[in-house]
Nanobody, 115 residues
Framework: QVQLVESGGGLVQPGGSLRLSCAAS????????MGWYRQAPGKERELVAA???????NYADSVKGRFTMSRDNAKNTVFLQMNSLKPEDTAVYYC?????????WGQGTQVTVSS
């Protein structure tokens, strides 16, 4: 079993920044994909960013140039640095880990961008 614990959400003004963290623990194998998804009210969950250990990261077009995902593979932790935040970035952000034996989700952390 795998557990994902997110932190770092909150309320920020437009143009501001936030950094999300996700720590994974449990039965984690080296070949995995970790990333972030988000779900706004009334909308489907969508990919924000995801990547493999040591590989490239894929970003949603809507966040390219503003969000940066990084990984600390030794600690099985993934970060999402979010800059130049917009009201349309408001959503619950979920950490995700995919490996051969399963797909796992964090509990979600709320990000609200509002003045």
């Amino acid at each position: 079993q795998v557990q994902l614990v997110e932190s770092g959400g909150g309320l920020v003004q437009p143009g501001g920044s936030l950094r999300l963290s996700c720590a994974a623990s449990g039965s984690i194998v080296s070949m995995n994909v970790m990333g972030w998804y988000r779900q706004a009210p009334g909308k489907e969950r969508e990919l924000v960013a995801a990547g493999t250990r040591g590989g490239t990261t894929n970003y949603a077009d809507s966040v390219k140039g503003r969000f940066t995902m990084s990984r600390d593979n030794a600690k099985n932790t993934v970060f999402l640095q979010m800059n130049s935040l917009k009201p349309e970035d408001t959503a619950v952000y979920y950490c995700n880990l995919r490996q051969l034996v399963g797909t796992y989700w964090g509990q979600g952390t709320q990000v609200t961008v509002s003045s």
